[in-house]
């Protein structure tokens, strides 16, 4: 099946600077990739999404990047902002979204310091 | 606002109770829902799908009839624990699909403590 690694585990960043958090998968049947943000208590809500017929996509200070060849994605946050601390989690499906088959990565705990 | 309700978001119990939690889509009707449990600091781990109609489909390892699954409506999918233990303890996420745009949406989670 599916496997799904995402680095690094934690990451901080003083406000305004770049943040970055890279997934390697391993299907390469996988061709739905989404990033989830995960704030404390809370449930995760889906920031931006890429599928394996693009290569970049970008949503204001949100980009995320897939390299299908080598089966690595990684979303990039710009002009961070205390509010954008959380957990975030990449995740891999064969389709989009099927649920069934969403595998998560280990999740990023990013900390913007004001 | 919210386009996927769980409640309660917190809940206490006795150990060897049963725990009903409720997962609600509020904007589409979903034939499917997704059961999660998260331990902290961990990703999420998929327990089971709900279908609407009939039974949910388990995830390897995770107990059927220890976390009972009812899909009754096209909006609404209960998970009850029963007769909980300390080790149950977790933070349980649901999840929807909506059939129009195909997007993912997660509930807001509920908190079960088992003292």
């Known amino acids: 099946g599916e496997n799904v690694e995402q680095h690094p585990s934690t990451l901080s960043v003083q406000e305004g600077d770049s943040a970055v958090i890279k997934c390697t998968y391993s299907?390469?049947?996988?061709?739905?990739f989404p990033w989830y943000k995960q704030e404390l208590g809370k449930g995760p809500q889906l920031i931006i999404d890429i599928r394996s017929n693009v290569g970049e996509k970008k949503d204001q200070r949100i980009a995320v990047t897939l390299n299908k060849t080598a089966k690595h994605f990684s979303l990039h946050i710009t002009e961070t902002q205390p509010e954008d601390s959380a957990v975030y989690f990449c995740a891999a499906s064969p389709h989009s979204g099927s649920a069934r088959q969403l595998t998560f990565g280990s999740g990023t705990q990013l900390t913007v310091l004001p | 606002g919210a386009v996927v309700s769980q409640h309660p978001s917190r809940v206490i119990c006795k150990s060897g109770t049963s725990v009903k939690i409720e997962c609600r889509s509020l904007d589409f009707q979903a034939t499917t829902m997704f059961w999660y449990r998260q331990f902290p600091k961990q990703s999420l781990m998929l327990m089971a799908t709900s279908n609407e109609g009939s039974k949910a489909t388990y995830e390897q390892g995770v107990e059927k009839d220890k976390f009972l699954i009812n899909h009754a409506s096209l909006t609404l999918s209960t998970l009850t624990v029963t007769s909980a233990h300390p080790e149950d303890s977790s933070f349980y996420i649901c999840s929807a699909r909506d059939p129009t745009t195909g997007e993912l949406f997660f509930g807001e989670g509920s908190r079960l403590t088992v003292l």
């Open positions: 299907d390469s049947a996988s061709n739905y």
